[in-house]
């Protein structure tokens, strides 16, 4: 996708939601945005998402070794052994 495509998909695909924060944590935003870590509130939640969902991943990764170390995996030869 090109910078051009990319800026029309995501103007496009986004959607306004309204969070209510304590001032403590109001706070916290907006000492990372005077920092320079994030530009906008925005940005900082979209992080804060991401970073969720890695580790929502990494979870879910780990929860598969562990089956997998107790006999309870499938190694996959080929896309065929999905079936």
Known sequence: MTSCNTLYYNSIMRNIINISLP???NKVVERAMRKGKFASKS???????RLWEEGKLFSDLQESEKEFAAGKGKKLRSLVDLR
């Open 23 to 25: 001032e403590e944590l």
């Open 43 to 49: 940005e900082f939640f979209r992080n804060l998402i």
